[in-house]
């Protein structure tokens, strides 16, 4: 079984600040794929990043950085100088490899970024 | 033409009809899957399908049935829709596990 935590329900910040929104997960299997997802007021899902499971590099993308640590079976996403169109729904899902593909998606994580 | 194509986009419906939502793919992948996302909850998975003879349950199967009618479409089914089942919906396919690629979601009321 599969299982994907996202602790922080909500997080309200200002313009400028720096966020982190955490990520642990659950999994039996060795080869897995870790994703974060953004859902802004429109609906649809905006694919982010994914991760394979022997991969533990950080990752940076602009103001975007992950971090990946499994020791501690998590996935944290920072957002530097956060700004008001960073607010949004952000999802951490999990998926192992081929033959029992499917996502597994966390709670989500309501980020407001406030002027 | 976007590669995952829901429709309807938003349906407004009462409790005991049948209603279908329907998805198109145009990524060539063999595994399709139908989500519901209702909010503090995330998405759940309803139903997968890795071909077109494999239909697999989710977590939340009860209430809905699919239907696998080629590789590229994969229908979900509320044979007696209730209020409860109110929520967004979204289909989606994958090669592998690898990448998944997300149709833009059904808003779905049952009134």
């Known amino acids: 079984a599969q299982k994907v935590t996202q602790a922080q329900t909500e997080i309200s910040v200002v313009e400028k600040e720096d966020v982190t929104l955490d990520c642990v997960y659950e999994?039996?299997?060795?080869?897995?794929?870790l994703f974060w997802y953004k859902q802004p007021p429109s609906g649809e899902l905006v694919f982010l990043i994914r991760?394979?499971?022997?991969?533990?590099q950080n990752e940076i993308s602009g103001r975007y950085s992950w971090n990946f640590q499994k020791s501690t079976s998590s996935f944290n996403f920072t957002i530097t100088a956060s700004q008001v169109v960073d607010s949004a729904v952000y999802f951490c899902?999990?998926?192992?490899?081929?033959?029992?593909?499917?996502?597994?998606f966390g709670e989500g994580t309501q980020l407001t970024v406030n002027p | 033409d976007a590669d995952v194509t829901q429709t309807p986009r938003n349906r407004i419906t009462k409790t005991g009809k049948r209603i279908m939502l329907e998805c198109s793919q145009t990524k060539g992948h063999d595994r399709m899957y139908w989500y519901r996302q209702d909010p503090g909850l995330g998405l759940r998975l309803i139903y997968y399908s890795f071909d077109v003879k494999d239909i697999n349950k989710g977590e939340i199967s009860d209430g809905y049935s699919v239907s696998r009618q080629a590789q590229a479409k994969f229908s979900l089914s509320l044979e007696s829709a209730i209020p409860n089942q109110t929520a967004l919906y979204f289909c989606?396919?994958?090669?592998?596990?690898?990448?998944?690629?997300f149709g833009s979601g059904t808003r779905l009321t049952v009134v």
């Open positions: 899902a999990l998926s192992p490899w081929a033959s029992g593909s499917r996502l597994t």
């Open positions: 991760r394979n499971s022997f991969d533990e």
């Open positions: 989606a396919t994958s090669d592998l596990g690898v990448s998944y690629t």
């Open positions: 999994t039996r299997d060795t080869t897995y794929y």
